[in-house]
Each structure stands twice: as C-alpha cells, then as structure tokens.
C-alpha cells in the first residue's frame, strides 16, 4: 500500500518562499512519476509540475515555470516543491501525487495515490 504525505505548507507573504516535501512509502515509488497539483474551493484540481522516474524529465504548468521547481530523491522516497515568488494567486491546497506510468502526465485521472493535501496561504 502507498501513503503520501505532505509537509511544508503555510502562510507566506506575497513574494517570498516555500518549500513543500512528500513523502512516500511503498516499494514502487522510484519507478513511476510523481506530481504535484493545486486545488481551490469550486475549481478543478490543477497540474503544477510533474517529475519522470528517474528525476531526468520534469514538466510545468505555465503559470509556475521560473517559479516552481520540482526534485526528488529516489533514495529517500521523497518529492520536493520549491516555490519562489509566490503570489496571492497560489493560495490554494497543495497535493502530491503518484502516477500510474514512469512518465508525466498532466491529467489528475493518471494518478492513482494521493496526499491528503497541505495548505498554502499567499498574504498581501
């Protein structure tokens, strides 16, 4: 069985920093991709960056690229978030999560574990 969990979220202000880190059990972690997605109330859950197996290839939305950078360690079993210049607009919950293949795919349906999700708060 696969668990996920999220930590690092919290209140930011506009600008500055922070980095998110999951981390996940189970055996098949360093041979699928790996994601991260966003969520705010009454939207539909957002494709933010997303890591290949090995760590080789990595994706982004457009609204995050020079932003966000994703990282992980096949060795530790843990994806890494860094998001630089936040702005009111990332408010949201932060969720990673486990594909189904070794590559990126930007539809949540390709994903079949998931954290239960870390807040972000953006303050002006």
């Known amino acids: 069985q696969v668990q996920l969990v999220e930590s690092g979220g919290g209140l930011v202000q506009a600008g500055g920093s922070l980095a998110l880190s999951c981390a996940a059990s189970?055996?098949?972690?360093?041979?699928?991709?790996m994601a991260w997605f966003r969520q705010v109330p009454g939207k539909e859950r957002e494709f933010l960056a997303g890591?290949?197996?090995?760590?080789?290839?990595?994706y982004y939305v457009d609204s995050v690229k020079g932003r966000f950078t994703i990282s992980r360690d096949n060795t530790k079993n843990t994806v890494l978030l860094q998001m630089n210049s936040l702005k009111l607009e990332d408010t949201a919950v932060y969720s990673c999560?486990?594909?189904?293949?070794?590559?990126?795919?930007?539809?949540?349906?390709?994903?079949?574990?998931w954290g239960p999700g870390t807040q972000v708060i953006v303050s002006s």
């Open positions: 999560a486990q594909g189904r293949n070794s590559y990126v795919t930007y539809s949540q349906h390709d994903y079949d574990y």
């Open positions: 189970g055996r098949i972690f360093s041979s699928r991709a």
């Open positions: 890591v290949n197996w090995s760590g080789g290839s990595f």
